[in-house]
């Protein structure tokens, strides 16, 4: 279930075994409020992600589809969400969606991260991420692009997460 792991900085952490979080999905998207559970158990792992109290739509390996409410807590002065709830939902889905699909003997990290912004975000903010996933732990960097859209479907964000997958250190 849960894995202790060595970090890029020497550090031993405590992650999940990827297997576990499409497990856990597949399981508790069926039932009855099991999305906004799983959303809550992920905020409970990466407590930072869940300051924003997303909500998993749908999860595969390589695929995920993950929304915000627009509420008081994630704006800003400019009556609009807030650039870095944008970039932590945006986080959030090439997260789920990479460590949805990367085999039990590997870890992943983001190295690099880019945001662009096209225009204010305001009302439901929902982030869609899709790509290949790595087959392998093999150490490697993954670019995967995060678009994020209004209610409307128009785009106010889009964004490039660099994550390095490799084998566990342990």
Do not use: C
């Not at 894995?3 to 508790?28: A, C, M, R």
């Amino acid at each position: 279930m849960y894995l202790p792991v060595t970090d890029q900085f020497g550090e031993t952490v405590i992650t999940l075994k990827p297997s576990l979080i499409l497990s856990s999905w597949n399981l508790l998207s069926k039932l009855p409020l099991g999305k906004k559970v799983f959303s809550i158990l992920i905020g409970q792992v990466a407590p930072y992600s869940g300051s924003i109290r997303f909500r998993a739509l749908q999860l595969e390996p390589g695929k995920a589809v993950v929304e915000m409410q627009d509420r008081r807590r994630v704006r800003n002065h400019l009556n609009s969400i807030h650039a870095m709830a944008l970039v932590n939902l945006a986080e959030i889905a090439s997260g789920l969606a990479m460590m949805a699909g990367i085999p039990d003997n590997a870890r992943g990290i983001v190295t690099k991260f880019t945001i662009e912004y096209s225009k204010k975000a305001r009302g439901t903010i929902t982030a869609k991420s899709e790509f290949e996933t790595p087959k392998n732990n093999i150490e490697k960097e993954y670019e995967v692009d995060v678009t994020l859209q209004d209610s409307s479907e128009e785009v106010v964000a889009t964004a490039k997460a660099q994550w390095l997958i490799g084998p566990i250190k342990v």
